[in-house]
């Protein structure tokens, strides 16, 4: 049990959790992410996630670094000193722009982060917030269809006539499949395709038990329906991924390593292509991963270039300044998030950022969440969703609102780290005797419950004289005769997705 200075000082009581309501803030902040107006505050450009994470940053960060949110991870330093050492690259590469850029970057960056720290604590709102991103992505839908038919981003065109307001930039793309690629309120379709993209495991994995399924389904196919509208191989091959870890997971459910037997399976398919090959893995991967031989092509073109630039700008890397490249390579983009980091900050600034990132993604890959069949299947669907994401990151920059919420979304799976199960495991409670049975209960180390089972209390069962023989000698009947179960809504340990 959780001592009293364990518990203070953020309380989580039973009835607050009880409640299946995303907290105001995360509703408007959602709300913001996909409408695409931007507007001058004297000379600084902002747009609806700024200017209300411009608020929001300072209380919110005080509060997490004062411990109310919960226990600080090494990522919340990792992130922080990121931005530092942004902040240092650009005094040294771009000294007249160090304090728009790094203003704008940080605010959307942490902001969207720690407001995903501050309120997203639970189950139920985590649930809550990927409901409200379904139902964002089936409104949209229509907006999509229409700009696949005509190219117009109807959206961005009528925010742009509203008098005082600014939206994003039409960005016209060649066609694919007779289609044209749909970046419905987002910089580019890529972005649409990544927004829908993370949903799919979300609500295929993440929904089960949850919803019936038919409705997971439909809804399922509503998001597939959104990424091949953005008509990007970036946003397409994470749902294959998706759709392979599910797989896998499916076939070898009773297999304990499974995970570390796909690993070695992928570094054995690496280091083979290498080998075999007369082109690096990542040349061949890229082949099979884009629409076009050119667009392979190009990508390792920039994928070679840029990682030159990274080793000849080492530490304080190429800030604002453009990179150095053939003068045949008109185009300046850099198709890999990750990759651009490097370039801009250097290595330092990468590995801050990366550190933070993949620490939070392992802690909660290794977080003990077996007692709690809710939280192990959210943790599931949200670990498949973020190697689809991990995986996108590769093929696609982010900026702007899709960065700030590509943060908010890590941050939402922060509390997984700190549940800590009490009781008898989800994959030991078939063998345990049912007159020892005890409740599943989550917690979150330094924090109160979270979720609790009374199953204490057992239904009374009308007695016949085949029950009155078993009981004889015995406390409770054998579980072949027992009229309930343990796992309600169809959660049952042996039968995960």
Known sequence: MATADQIAPQSFSAANQSKRVLPLP??????MVVVPFQFYAGPVLLNGVRAFLLV????LTINLMSGKYGRLVFADFLFFLHMGWAAVALQ?????????????NAVEFLGGYILARAYVRSP?????????L???IILTLPLALFEAKTARPIAIEMIAKLPGLFSLENIVMESRMGLDRAQVVFAHPIHYGLFCSVAFALCVVGMKGEWGNFRRYLTTGLICAGVFLSLSSGALLPVALQIGLIIWAAMFNKLKSRW???L????LAYITIDLLSNRTPIRVFMSYATFSPHNAYWRGLIFEHGIQNVWDNPVFGLGL???????WMHASTVDNFWLLIAMQFGIPGFILLVLGFFEIILRIAFAKVDADPLTWRLRRAYMFSFIGMTFTLSTVHVWTNIYSWTFFMLGSGVWFIFTKPEGPSATDEAEEAPGRRRPAVTRIRGDAPVLARDLTVEPKVKETSKTRRINTGSQSPRRDHMPYTRFPNGHDPKKRC
Do not use: E
Request: aromatic share 12%; net charge positive.
């Open 134 to 136: 379904f139902v964002i």
């Open 321 to 327: 300044n453009d990179w150095k490249r053939p003068g």
């Open 26 to 31: 995360v509703l408007f902040y959602l709300i």
């Open 260 to 262: 570390m037997l796909l």
């Open 124 to 132: 139920q709102v985590l649930m809550a917030v990927w409901k409200v």
């Open 92 to 104: 040294v590469n771009n000294p007249d722009r160090t304090v728009q850029f790094i203003g704008s």
């Open 264 to 267: 070695s399976l992928i570094v």
């Open 56 to 59: 929001m940053i300072v209380p």
